[in-house]
């Protein structure tokens, strides 16, 4: 009932940002319900189930955490021992060697890298360790533990050591101890050969030509940080997990309070928005969320978990502005079926020389951001390593001394943060899209 109410929603969100198709599914109180939209793939037709795996992107990193937190319950590593004393022989780019960066650190984003970017390096085991091996160029943006920055190579380094420790390649040991004890069967790794029902994804976004991403051609080298596929019912026994005593069955998997601590903020990354051992924290109205989003080539996808209320949603699809769908689409049922709703904040004036605090062009490896302060009105034009096109204009709105809101377009109601804890005399830095950018 919950899901056929939220369906003109859904089919309208769907058009606007054209996505193929989608399936959602809401866990509460021990029962899963799902519902599915739209086609798997666009050429053969073929419509999306409510079992159709998708690309679930950086929800990868939490089965790597997950994974680490479960050994580090067991003794068999420490999180916060430096990575090069915890495994001598892994292979860690230059930038980190030394620099005291712990599990932790990677898990949380709290490394300082400036990393975002994957590329192909086989699929067989020594793929992951070939890729770190070509990362020698890849810089920091604050030491360890100084701030936070998203960063997608530090999972993969996280997964590597992992590897190391454990003396197994990377998916052999998450389907060992993550995968196989929550009997989660229709979870697994985008290369080939792939299970039946499997969604194709596509890269294009509104007015654009599809582009396909045939599943299965996603590279082993991105595995621990966004490599994986599931259904939104495994994705719900997933979270059921997390918002349990870590028990299955008679087993316990990983202790209550281990569990427990991967939702224990360790960095505050905007007045609304705090970040875990994995998970993201943020509070809508008087309800807590804990969530990690997924982006891959031609997949998006959502992982929502309200524990106090013992409830979570999956929201999985396979088009290139699937995010800004998942998002709407969140936003309507939290509202509607659980009264959770964002405050509008209400945007603030700036003088001149208080939005002077934010303007300038701003970059990091993977994303570029010009601030502009013209006519009273703050805008930015922008554009990311992700989407191949020219970028975006947005307006943006001030809505504390040191806090900008994206007013509209993708990322609607995103923060951007001014960070003068990384300011030195010669540049300042921002957080735009979860990353630390600096002024050129």
């Known amino acids: 009932m919950v899901l056929d109410n939220l369906t003109p929603i859904i089919e309208e969100s769907m058009e606007r940002w054209a996505v193929p198709g989608l399936t959602i599914g809401i866990l509460e109180d021990g029962h899963i319900s799902a519902a599915a939209y739209g086609v798997r793939d666009l050429e053969t037709n073929e419509p999306a189930t409510s079992d159709t795996m998708f690309g679930v992107g950086s929800i990868s990193k939490m089965f790597t955490a997950t994974t680490a937190v479960k050994m580090a319950d067991e003794g068999r590593l420490d999180l916060d021992q430096p990575i090069e004393t915890l495994a001598p022989t892994a292979t860690i780019p230059a930038a980190l060697r030394g620099a005291g960066v712990s599990l932790r650190h990677l898990l949380s984003h709290r490394s300082g890298l400036d990393g975002d970017g994957f590329a192909d390096f086989g699929d067989d085991d020594q793929a992951l360790e070939r890729y770190l091996a070509s990362l020698d160029h890849v810089g920091t ?3 360890a533990g100084a701030s936070w920055s998203y960063a997608n190579i530090g999972t993969c380094i996280a997964g590597h050591i992992l590897s190391c420790v454990a003396g197994l390649p990377f998916e052999t040991l998450v389907q060992q101890e993550i995968l196989a004890p929550l009997g989660l069967s229709r979870t697994g790794f985008g290369q080939a050969p792939m299970p039946d029902n499997v969604a194709t994804g596509y890269d294009h976004g509104p007015g654009e030509e599809p582009k396909p991403h045939p599943a299965g ?7 621990p940080a966004g490599g994986m596929v599931s259904t939104v019912d495994n994705l719900l026994r997933f979270a059921a997990f997390h918002m349990s ?3 299955v069955g008679d087993q316990q998997v990983i202790s209550q309070d281990a569990l427990r601590s991967m939702q224990q903020p360790l960095a505050r990354l905007t007045s609304v928005d705090r970040w875990g051992l994995g998970w993201a924290i943020r509070s809508v109205g008087d309800v807590e ?3 990690h989003g997924g982006w891959m080539d031609g997949y998006r996808a959502k992982l929502t978990l309200l524990p106090h209320r013992n409830t979570a949603i999956a929201i999985l699809n396979n088009g290139g502005f699937g995010h800004a769908a998942n998002d709407e689409i969140l936003a309507a049922l939290l509202e509607r079926h659980f009264g959770a709703v964002d405050p509008d ?11 002077a605090r934010f303007t300038g062009q701003y970059r990091s490896s993977h994303v570029d951001i010009t601030i502009r ?6 805008s930015a034009f922008y554009k990311t390593a992700w989407h191949e096109n020219d970028g975006a204009e947005i307006g ?3 809505i504390a001394p040191d806090e900008l809101i994206i007013m509209d377009g993708e990322f609607k109601d995103d923060r951007i943060v001014f960070l003068p804890e990384l300011e030195d005399q010669d540049r300042r830095a921002i957080r735009f899209l979860s990353r630390v950018l600096y002024t050129v």
């Not at 051609?217 to 595995?223: I, L, M």
């Not at 904040?345 to 208080?354: A, C, G, H, I, R």
């Open 217 to 223: 051609t996603t590279w082993r080298s991105a595995n």
């Open 345 to 355: 904040p209400t945007p603030q004036p700036l003088s001149e020389s208080e939005a």
């Open 396 to 398: 943006l709105g001030a």
């Open 289 to 291: 969320v804990i969530e």
């Open 245 to 247: 005593d870590g028990k």
């Open 373 to 378: 302060h013209e006519a009273g009105q703050l």
């Open 141 to 143: 943006l604050f030491p």
